[in-house]
């Protein structure tokens, strides 16, 4: 019989029409009460390559700027495309950081770049070779039962961290997200979605909060630490 990941991976679109998918073009608006509360991130767009750990922000910071990112390097340019910052290894520039730590535009454009390279390559990135799944007892909330998946990344994707918890509806699409992120020490999160939207044959959630997570696996209402809100996405 199909495994819960099986039917997850059909119920957003499939996995053999994804790999024919190189890239992904996100509109969005990105907010809440941590890095993002500049509006670092208020409008702007992402392009996405599906294929390798590469994210654009065709919009950051300030008026033409924009950043790329990979794992290995970050950089911020203006609008004729010349590099203002730049960083190599920009995760270890987070060494030390918590959650209260401040953050410069290369800190935001790798945690932005990496993260959301993540969320939109969900559910598929869980059957990438070297990703562990395994479907552990269910989960109660707001009357509905949640089926889960506790996953083990390899250390070749950067993300959050090693050990992350996905729950998937009746319908077996994702509600919930946990993570504790590695670089800002650990801090507990949820990440929650709704309002699923199919582009281009697909399954986008294009309402995303992320809320403090308790040690028993409830959470609280705020603050909302980082939200997402996806207009379109553009698949090709």
Same mark, same amino acid.
């Given at each position: 019989m199909p495994d819960l990941l099986d039917h997850v991976l059909h119920a957003h679109g499939g996995a053999d029409r994804w790999q024919e998918v190189h890239r992904l073009r996100a509109e969005l608006s990105v907010g809440g009460s941590s890095w993002p509360s500049d509006g670092?991130?208020?409008?702007t767009a992402a392009i996405v390559d599906t294929r390798a750990q590469r994210v654009t922000w065709e919009r950051f910071g300030k008026p033409g700027h924009s950043a790329r990112y990979s794992p290995q390097r970050v950089?911020?340019?203006?609008?004729?495309?010349?590099?203002?910052?730049?960083?190599?290894d920009p995760r270890g520039a987070f060494a030390g950081f918590t959650h209260q730590t401040p953050?410069?535009?290369?800190?935001?454009?790798?945690?932005?770049?990496?993260?959301?390279?993540?969320?939109?390559?969900?559910?598929?990135?869980?059957a990438q070779e070297g990703v562990e799944t395994t479907e552990i007892d269910p989960w109660?909330?707001?009357?509905?039962?949640?089926?889960?998946?506790?996953?083990?990344?390899?250390?070749?994707i950067a993300t959050h961290n090693t050990e992350q918890?996905?729950?998937? #509806?009746?319908? $077996?699409?994702? +509600? @919930?997200?946990?993570?504790?992120?590695?670089?800002? !020490?650990?801090?507990?999160?949820?990440?929650?979605?709704?309002?699923?939207?199919?582009?281009? #044959?697909?399954? $986008?959630?294009? +309402? @995303?909060?992320?809320?403090?997570?308790?040690?028993? !696996?409830?959470?609280?209402?705020?603050?909302?630490?980082?939200?997402?809100?996806?207009?379109?996405?553009?698949?090709?």
């Open positions: 670092v991130l208020a409008d950089e911020v340019l203006d609008v004729d495309g010349r590099t203002l910052a730049e960083r190599d953050w410069d535009e290369l800190h935001k454009a790798y945690f932005s770049g990496y993260a959301f390279w993540n969320y939109v390559n969900t559910p598929f990135l869980l109660q909330q707001d009357g509905e039962t949640w089926r889960r998946l506790a996953v083990r990344f390899p250390a070749r918890t996905f729950y998937f #509806g009746e319908d $077996f699409l994702l +509600r @919930r997200h946990d993570y504790a992120g590695d670089v800002v !020490g650990g801090f507990a999160t949820a990440h929650y979605v709704a309002n699923h939207r199919t582009f281009d #044959g697909f399954v $986008f959630p294009t +309402r @995303r909060w992320v809320v403090p997570r308790l040690p028993d !696996g409830s959470t609280l209402e705020g603050p909302v630490v980082v939200s997402l809100d996806i207009r379109s996405v553009a698949v090709s």
